[in-house]
């Protein structure tokens, strides 16, 4: 049972646009979000989280979207960079600490 | 700045061993988590340690068992290797329990069981 998915294995953008990175998830007891980057022989990164009492979350050229009706929630990230390529892993908590990853999605950003 | 370091890098064991992975926690961090993460997926949550105490589990077999030391390093132990254990082993650090706030995570040790 996956309760936390990623649909897109894969995304290349150009740089300078956006790039949109879609999760969905089952679980109704989730209530915190996170988003990891992951590069080649490094363990995950924490980029950006929200809370499920937010709909949206920016840090710099990063915002993360939520709605919890639909249970899916976006990263967003702009302007993209080639340093941004990466594979990025959705990950949800039900209030402990432990996580629930997707599966992931490379991103690609071309120069 | 992360600090999380495990070792080994790599691993090749043959089913039926026994294999410990070692992790080396951020300092100040007491609470380290370990993950499962296979080919094509995300990590999975095996169990996490607090202060040396096992407090939280997923849905891995009891052939999987962890120690967490004074100093906060931890050990993760798999017994009776199986092919389908090969996998990235990453643990994450972080200070304290309750939240899932930001967890460091080391580079991960890549165990291939032949």
């Known amino acids: 049972d996956q309760q936390v998915k990623q649909n897109s294995p894969s995304l290349s953008v150009q740089e300078g646009r956006i790039s949109i990175l879609n999760c969905d998830y089952t679980?109704?007891?989730?209530?915190?979000f996170l988003w990891y980057k992951k590069y080649p022989a490094e363990g995950p990164t924490f980029l950006i989280s929200?809370?499920?009492?937010?709909d949206k979350n920016e840090d710099g050229r990063f915002t993360v979207f939520l709605n919890k009706s639909a249970k899916h929630l976006s990263l967003h990230i702009v302007p993209s960079q080639p340093g941004d390529s990466a594979v990025y892993f959705c990950?949800?908590?039900?209030?402990?600490?432990?996580?629930?990853f997707g599966e992931g999605t490379q991103l690609t950003v071309n120069p | 700045e992360t600090g999380v370091t495990q070792s080994p890098t790599h691993l090749i064991k043959t089913r039926g061993q026994q294999v410990t992975l070692r992790c080396s926690s951020q300092s100040g961090h007491n609470t380290v988590s370990w993950y499962q993460q296979a080919l094509g997926q995300g990590p999975q949550f095996i169990f996490q340690?607090?202060?040396?105490?096992?407090?939280g589990r997923g849905n891995f077999p009891p052939r999987f068992s962890g120690l967490q030391f004074p100093n906060y390093s931890s050990e993760l132990n798999v017994n009776a290797l199986e092919l389908d254990d090969s996998a990235l082993y990453l643990c994450a650090s972080r200070a304290g329990t309750g939240g899932p706030y930001e967890q460091y995570f080391g580079p991960g040790t890549r165990l291939t069981v032949t």
């Open positions: 340690y607090y202060r040396e105490e096992e407090n």
């Open positions: 679980n109704s007891m989730f209530d915190y």
């Open positions: 990950a949800a908590s039900d209030g402990g600490s432990r996580l629930t």
């Open positions: 929200i809370s499920s009492i937010k």
